[in-house]
């Protein structure tokens, strides 16, 4: 499956995102979906992931402001960002385990200015 992120952004600190990543095919039987990022000269780090049955796990860093959910009728993973920070500033990748293989979209960039 084929992912296309979308939805970064130039933002002011404390300014909202949300993310979209539209795969070209079916995810309802996705093992688990999630968000990653990298940030200039860092490794790529989990942002949050969701599994089938719903649950979800955040990082730390971004508990209690972002907020990952799914359409699976639209074969779309969303990322909801609130209360954006400097130091969100990356680039955001989505991934789709599907069959316990891992697909990446391209990324989108996130820019958060303070």
């Known amino acids: 499956v084929q992912l296309q992120a979308s939805g970064g952004g130039l933002v002011q600190a404390g300014g909202s995102l949300r993310l979209s990543c539209a795969a070209s095919?079916?995810?309802?039987?996705?093992?688990?979906v999630g968000w990653y990022r990298q940030a200039p000269g860092k490794q790529r780090e989990l942002v949050t992931i969701?599994?089938?049955?719903?649950?979800?796990n955040y990082a730390d860093s971004v508990k209690g402001r972002f907020t990952i959910s799914r359409d699976n009728a639209k074969n779309t993973v969303y990322l909801q960002m609130n209360s954006l920070k400097p130091e969100d500033t990356a680039v955001y990748y989505c991934?789709?385990?599907?069959?316990?293989?891992?697909?990446w979209g391209r990324g989108t960039q996130v820019t958060v200015s303070s």
């Open positions: 991934n789709v385990l599907l069959r316990w293989v891992e697909n």
């Open positions: 095919g079916s995810i309802f039987s996705a093992n688990a």
């Open positions: 969701m599994t089938t049955g719903g649950s979800t």
